[in-house]
């Protein structure tokens, strides 16, 4: 008669790792999951806003109206605008083109004028980074429709101070505050997106997330399967289980 009975023994060593390991796999799977319901509101919004006309730009407008669909009529600043690198579009390395328009609010003086910053989308660039694209802007007033965003400044990505003498300047993403510092004036806080009948719009296929909230759900699954798998392995090391499950099947095959 079998009498083989449940016995665990504390490993000290491996607790200490699954104690430290474990709740952070955890929250990491928790994270993803808010990040989910995160990408499925932005989602949302970005659909609603979409389904709606675009409505006269105004300065008013702040962070609350992200993605509305707005039209203006502007000038593009010729002289100053930026390159905002490692942008993939048909397979091939580009950036996107940022402007900055001048929008006036119906009065002639300069009090009056809003610098709006423009995406005109993606183009791609020369093989050599030292080498400029040849990028034609148009001139006079010109009528810009588009979306309303915010930009994405990640803490990740530390933009050195940018020395060129030339313009375009070019960047890794929009910093809406080192933009503004490298072109002298104020710059309105949100960028807008252009649509791609729009007027100055280079190649646009827009995103309104970078990933979708399947993806972290996705993710969540892994980082709790992997806390769980560490549970067991935890489990195993600290138990004579493994035994018991060999001596189980043992049994089994003699019965």
Known sequence: MNTARFRFHLNWKITLFTAVLFPFLVYLGVWQLGRAEQKQ????????????????????????????????NGTINQDKYWLIENKTMYGRLGAHVVVAVNVNSGATDKKNTTIVPVNLGWVELPPLREVFPDITLPTGQIRITGMLAAATHSPLINEAENTQLRWP???????????????????????????????????????????????????????????????????????????????????????
């Open 169 to 255: 300047h070019k960047m890794l993403e929009i910093d809406l505050t080192q933009m503004q510092q490298q072109f002298g004036q104020p710059l309105y806080p949100l960028v807008l997106q252009v649509e791609p009948d729009s007027a100055a719009a280079f190649d646009v296929d827009w995103q309104a997330v970078n990933m979708t909230s399947s993806q972290h759900k996705g993710y969540a699954v892994q980082w709790f399967t992997m806390a769980g798998v560490l549970f067991i392995l935890w489990l195993l090391a600290c138990s004579n289980i493994a035994t018991l499950f060999k001596r189980a099947n043992s049994d089994q095959a003699e019965n």
């Open 41 to 72: 509101t932005i989602l949302q919004e970005w659909q609603q806003q979409q389904a709606k006309p675009p409505v006269e730009f105004s300065p008013t407008l702040n962070s609350n109206d992200q993605f509305r669909r707005v039209w203006l």
